[in-house]
T-cell receptor, first 115, second 109 residues
Framework: NAGVTQTPKFRVLKTGQSMTLLCAQDMNHEYMYWYRQDPGMGLRLIHYSVGEGTTAKGEVPDGYNVSRLKKQNFLLGLESAAPSQTSVYFC??????????????FGPGTRLTVL | GQSLEQPSEVTAVEGAIVQINCTYQTSGFYGLSWYQQHDGGAPTFLSYNGLDGLEETGRFSSFLSRSDSYGYLLLQELQMKDSASYFCASHSGYSTLTFGKGTMLLVSP
Protein backbone atom coordinates (compact mmCIF):
# COMPACT_ATOMS: atom_id res chain seq x y z
CA ASN A 1 0.00 0.00 0.00
CA ALA A 2 1.28 3.44 -0.93
CA GLY A 3 -0.88 5.11 1.72
CA VAL A 4 -1.46 8.79 0.94
CA THR A 5 0.41 10.28 -2.00
CA GLN A 6 0.57 13.88 -3.18
CA THR A 7 1.45 15.36 -6.55
CA PRO A 8 3.52 17.43 -7.15
CA LYS A 9 6.13 17.52 -4.36
CA PHE A 10 7.34 21.01 -5.22
CA ARG A 11 5.96 23.84 -7.31
CA VAL A 12 6.76 27.49 -7.98
CA LEU A 13 3.98 29.71 -9.30
CA LYS A 14 3.73 33.32 -10.31
CA THR A 15 1.03 35.50 -8.79
CA GLY A 16 -2.24 34.98 -10.62
CA GLN A 17 -1.43 31.53 -11.99
CA SER A 18 -3.63 28.56 -11.23
CA MET A 19 -2.80 25.01 -10.29
CA THR A 20 -4.28 21.82 -8.88
CA LEU A 21 -2.76 19.66 -6.17
CA LEU A 22 -3.67 16.00 -6.30
CA CYS A 23 -4.06 13.72 -3.30
CA ALA A 24 -4.65 9.99 -3.64
CA GLN A 25 -5.19 7.31 -0.99
CA ASP A 26 -5.41 3.55 -1.37
CA MET A 27 -6.78 2.72 2.09
CA ASN A 28 -10.45 3.05 1.13
CA HIS A 29 -10.90 5.85 3.64
CA GLU A 30 -14.12 7.83 3.68
CA TYR A 31 -12.73 11.11 4.98
CA MET A 32 -10.09 13.26 3.33
CA TYR A 33 -8.60 16.61 4.32
CA TRP A 34 -6.39 19.40 3.02
CA TYR A 35 -4.19 21.36 5.44
CA ARG A 36 -1.64 24.10 5.08
CA GLN A 37 1.34 24.55 7.36
CA ASP A 38 3.24 27.79 7.71
CA PRO A 39 6.43 28.37 9.75
CA GLY A 40 5.72 28.39 13.47
CA MET A 41 2.14 27.38 12.90
CA GLY A 42 0.32 24.16 13.31
CA LEU A 43 -1.62 22.62 10.49
CA ARG A 44 -4.72 24.55 9.52
CA LEU A 45 -7.63 22.86 7.82
CA ILE A 46 -8.53 24.26 4.40
CA HIS A 47 -11.30 21.94 3.19
CA TYR A 48 -12.40 18.43 3.90
CA SER A 49 -14.63 15.71 2.50
CA VAL A 50 -16.65 13.05 4.30
CA GLY A 51 -17.33 11.03 1.19
CA GLU A 52 -17.32 10.92 -2.59
CA GLY A 53 -19.06 13.94 -4.04
CA THR A 54 -19.09 15.92 -0.77
CA THR A 55 -16.87 18.77 0.39
CA ALA A 56 -16.93 21.24 3.26
CA LYS A 57 -15.01 24.33 4.35
CA GLY A 58 -12.44 24.22 7.08
CA GLU A 59 -10.74 26.99 9.00
CA VAL A 60 -9.00 28.77 6.09
CA PRO A 61 -10.93 28.03 2.86
CA ASP A 62 -10.63 31.40 1.07
CA GLY A 63 -8.77 31.26 -2.24
CA TYR A 64 -9.08 27.48 -2.55
CA ASN A 65 -11.54 25.07 -4.12
CA VAL A 66 -11.74 21.29 -3.83
CA SER A 67 -13.37 18.35 -5.54
CA ARG A 68 -13.89 14.71 -4.57
CA LEU A 69 -15.15 13.02 -7.70
CA LYS A 70 -13.69 9.65 -6.74
CA LYS A 71 -13.40 8.22 -3.26
CA GLN A 72 -9.66 7.77 -3.52
CA ASN A 73 -8.83 11.26 -4.83
CA PHE A 74 -9.13 14.73 -3.33
CA LEU A 75 -8.09 17.71 -5.44
CA LEU A 76 -7.15 21.16 -4.15
CA GLY A 77 -7.30 24.04 -6.61
CA LEU A 78 -5.83 27.51 -6.51
CA GLU A 79 -7.60 29.61 -9.13
CA SER A 80 -5.43 32.73 -8.84
CA ALA A 81 -2.39 32.15 -6.67
CA ALA A 82 -1.22 34.83 -4.24
CA PRO A 83 2.07 35.11 -2.30
CA SER A 84 0.07 34.51 0.91
CA GLN A 85 -0.58 31.00 -0.36
CA THR A 86 3.10 30.12 -0.18
CA SER A 87 3.02 27.19 2.20
CA VAL A 88 3.41 23.47 2.64
CA TYR A 89 0.20 21.65 1.83
CA PHE A 90 -0.61 18.33 3.44
CA CYS A 91 -3.36 15.94 2.50
CA UNK A 92 -4.71 13.41 4.96
CA UNK A 93 -7.29 10.67 5.08
CA UNK A 94 -9.07 8.78 7.82
CA UNK A 95 -11.71 6.14 8.34
CA UNK A 96 -15.07 7.38 9.66
CA UNK A 97 -15.40 8.70 13.21
CA UNK A 98 -15.13 6.02 15.85
CA UNK A 99 -12.90 3.72 13.84
CA UNK A 100 -9.19 3.23 14.38
CA UNK A 101 -8.83 5.84 17.10
CA UNK A 102 -9.73 8.62 14.68
CA UNK A 103 -6.20 8.51 13.26
CA UNK A 104 -5.46 10.65 10.26
CA UNK A 105 -2.87 9.45 7.75
CA PHE A 106 -0.85 12.20 6.09
CA GLY A 107 0.82 12.48 2.72
CA PRO A 108 4.40 13.76 2.32
CA GLY A 109 3.34 17.31 1.49
CA THR A 110 3.58 19.72 -1.44
CA ARG A 111 5.88 22.71 -1.06
CA LEU A 112 4.37 25.62 -2.96
CA THR A 113 6.03 28.98 -3.53
CA VAL A 114 4.10 31.85 -5.10
CA LEU A 115 6.27 34.68 -6.41
CA GLY B 1 -13.57 29.21 18.10
CA GLN B 2 -11.00 26.58 18.73
CA SER B 3 -7.58 27.16 20.27
CA LEU B 4 -4.87 24.99 21.74
CA GLU B 5 -1.84 26.15 23.67
CA GLN B 6 1.40 24.23 23.99
CA PRO B 7 5.00 25.30 24.67
CA SER B 8 6.99 26.27 21.61
CA GLU B 9 10.14 24.42 22.58
CA VAL B 10 11.33 21.84 25.09
CA THR B 11 14.86 20.52 25.56
CA ALA B 12 15.98 17.33 27.28
CA VAL B 13 18.84 14.84 27.33
CA GLU B 14 18.92 11.26 26.15
CA GLY B 15 17.39 8.83 28.59
CA ALA B 16 15.34 11.51 30.36
CA ILE B 17 11.58 11.92 30.63
CA VAL B 18 9.80 14.93 29.16
CA GLN B 19 6.21 16.12 29.38
CA ILE B 20 4.58 18.34 26.76
CA ASN B 21 1.45 20.06 27.99
CA CYS B 22 -1.55 21.14 25.98
CA THR B 23 -4.50 23.24 27.10
CA TYR B 24 -7.48 23.69 24.85
CA GLN B 25 -10.59 25.76 24.37
CA THR B 26 -12.79 24.10 21.81
CA SER B 27 -16.46 23.65 21.16
CA GLY B 28 -17.86 20.22 20.38
CA PHE B 29 -14.76 18.61 21.82
CA TYR B 30 -14.68 14.85 21.95
CA GLY B 31 -11.02 13.90 22.06
CA LEU B 32 -7.36 14.90 21.93
CA SER B 33 -4.69 13.44 19.66
CA TRP B 34 -0.94 13.83 19.45
CA TYR B 35 1.11 13.85 16.26
CA GLN B 36 4.83 13.79 15.63
CA GLN B 37 6.53 15.56 12.73
CA HIS B 38 10.19 15.23 11.78
CA ASP B 39 11.82 18.09 9.83
CA GLY B 40 8.65 19.19 8.03
CA GLY B 41 7.81 15.67 6.89
CA ALA B 42 4.44 13.98 7.10
CA PRO B 43 2.88 14.20 10.57
CA THR B 44 2.35 10.77 12.10
CA PHE B 45 -0.20 9.75 14.69
CA LEU B 46 1.04 8.96 18.19
CA SER B 47 -1.97 8.64 20.45
CA TYR B 48 -5.60 9.52 21.08
CA ASN B 49 -7.51 10.19 24.30
CA GLY B 50 -11.27 10.08 24.06
CA LEU B 51 -11.79 9.58 27.78
CA ASP B 52 -10.12 11.02 30.87
CA GLY B 53 -7.04 9.20 31.97
CA LEU B 54 -3.78 7.84 30.73
CA GLU B 55 -3.14 5.95 27.49
CA GLU B 56 0.20 4.16 27.17
CA THR B 57 1.90 3.09 23.97
CA GLY B 58 5.44 1.90 24.51
CA ARG B 59 7.66 4.78 25.57
CA PHE B 60 4.89 7.31 24.93
CA SER B 61 1.91 8.04 27.15
CA SER B 62 -0.84 10.60 26.80
CA PHE B 63 -3.20 11.99 29.40
CA LEU B 64 -6.49 13.86 29.21
CA SER B 65 -8.54 15.74 31.80
CA ARG B 66 -11.76 17.06 30.30
CA SER B 67 -12.68 18.98 33.44
CA ASP B 68 -9.41 20.92 33.21
CA SER B 69 -9.36 21.15 29.37
CA TYR B 70 -5.85 19.83 29.62
CA GLY B 71 -3.74 17.05 28.28
CA TYR B 72 -0.12 16.05 28.04
CA LEU B 73 2.22 13.79 26.14
CA LEU B 74 4.86 11.99 28.17
CA LEU B 75 7.95 10.65 26.46
CA GLN B 76 10.16 8.30 28.44
CA GLU B 77 13.68 7.00 27.83
CA LEU B 78 14.29 9.77 25.34
CA GLN B 79 16.31 8.95 22.25
CA MET B 80 17.97 11.27 19.73
CA LYS B 81 15.42 10.19 17.14
CA ASP B 82 12.66 11.69 19.32
CA SER B 83 13.86 15.16 18.32
CA ALA B 84 10.88 16.42 16.37
CA SER B 85 7.85 18.66 16.59
CA TYR B 86 4.87 17.41 18.56
CA PHE B 87 1.34 18.67 17.99
CA CYS B 88 -1.73 18.28 20.10
CA ALA B 89 -4.97 18.33 18.16
CA SER B 90 -8.56 18.48 19.31
CA HIS B 91 -11.29 16.47 17.62
CA SER B 92 -14.70 17.79 16.69
CA GLY B 93 -17.34 16.69 14.20
CA TYR B 94 -16.41 14.38 11.30
CA SER B 95 -12.99 13.80 12.78
CA THR B 96 -11.87 17.29 11.87
CA LEU B 97 -8.82 18.29 13.83
CA THR B 98 -7.71 21.65 15.18
CA PHE B 99 -3.96 21.62 15.76
CA GLY B 100 -1.85 23.49 18.27
CA LYS B 101 1.17 25.36 16.96
CA GLY B 102 3.50 22.57 17.94
CA THR B 103 6.29 21.96 20.42
CA MET B 104 9.79 21.45 19.11
CA LEU B 105 11.59 18.84 21.21
CA LEU B 106 15.37 18.93 21.13
CA VAL B 107 17.11 15.88 22.59
CA SER B 108 20.79 16.25 23.30
CA PRO B 109 23.38 13.54 24.07
Amino acid sequence: NAGVTQTPKFRVLKTGQSMTLLCAQDMNHEYMYWYRQDPGMGLRLIHYSVGEGTTAKGEVPDGYNVSRLKKQNFLLGLESAAPSQTSVYFCASSPPTGVSYNEQFFGPGTRLTVL
Amino acid sequence: GQSLEQPSEVTAVEGAIVQINCTYQTSGFYGLSWYQQHDGGAPTFLSYNGLDGLEETGRFSSFLSRSDSYGYLLLQELQMKDSASYFCASHSGYSTLTFGKGTMLLVSP
